[in-house]
């Protein structure tokens, strides 16, 4: 899971972009906040509380399409939120009485748009990721090495497709053990000695991390190409 805010108007909107679905999940109470114009988050946290329990009695299929992810709060700590795809807060606005219900319409399908265009043209992506990394100080001697390790990541990944080896768990096994070949540690310990949870650990690897771990990921692939060339 990547998070990544965007911004309505002037309000955070926390989100969290699952690479294995390729779907984005937005927390629902950002959004409750947004519609109903509340002051602050406590006060959203209550009215979606209400609205999930009358929700929850009509019988409404949206309270069963939220899940629970792990978001950054105000406090600074990952807390369990609601979550739902951009259809599912599509539905979610028409249950809130609201002048910001079409703006939020519109600004949900834009950015569903969005990812249709960084499908079709993988440069619009690599563009949004370089202005993220940006805004986070980034120098660009870094963002070139997340760049080019995301690519050897990319031709890797597109082995394995090439080979059957199913996305999730597979890639996720596989994944491991090229990390701690270089690391002597596996994904999630790694994670945590860095006080990561849902981020993305590569956007905040250093500069000889990536480098390592563009080596591994490289050296796995052209292995297998050498062994296959053999057979």
Not at 33 to 57: E, F, H, I, M, N
Not at 68 to 84: E, F, I, P, S
Not at 93 to 120: C, D, N, T
């Amino acid at each position: 899971m990547n998070p990544q805010s965007a911004f309505f108007e002037e309000n955070e909107i926390r989100r969290v972009y699952d690479e294995s679905t390729e779907t984005w999940f937005f927390s629902v109470i950002d959004i409750v906040q947004v519609l109903t114009q509340s002051p602050d988050y406590q006060t959203a946290r209550k009215y979606w509380k209400v609205l999930k329990g009358r929700l929850d009695k009509e019988g409404s299929q949206l309270v069963t399409v939220c899940y629970q992810l792990k978001m950054t709060a105000d406090d600074g700590k990952q807390r369990l939120t609601d979550v739902g795809t951009a259809e599912t807060l599509l539905r979610l606005v028409q249950s809130v009485p609201s002048p910001k219900a079409e703006p939020i319409k519109l600004w949900l399908a834009k950015v569903g748009y969005e990812r249709m265009q960084e499908m079709a043209d993988p440069a619009r992506s690599l563009d949004r990721a370089r202005e993220t990394w940006q805004k986070h100080g980034r120098s660009e001697k870094w963002i070139q090495q997340r760049m080019t390790g995301q690519e050897t990541r990319n031709k890797l990944t597109d082995y394995w497709k090439e080979h059957d080896i199913k996305e999730g768990e597979e890639y996720a096994i596989l994944t491991n053990i090229i990390h701690q070949e270089w690391a002597a540690v596996d994904v999630k310990t790694h994670k945590a000695m860095k006080g990561l949870q849902t981020q993305n650990l590569r956007d905040h690897m250093s500069e000889a991390e990536l480098i390592f771990t563009a080596l591994a990921e490289l050296s796995t692939r052209q292995i297998a190409e050498s062994m296959d060339a053999t057979v």
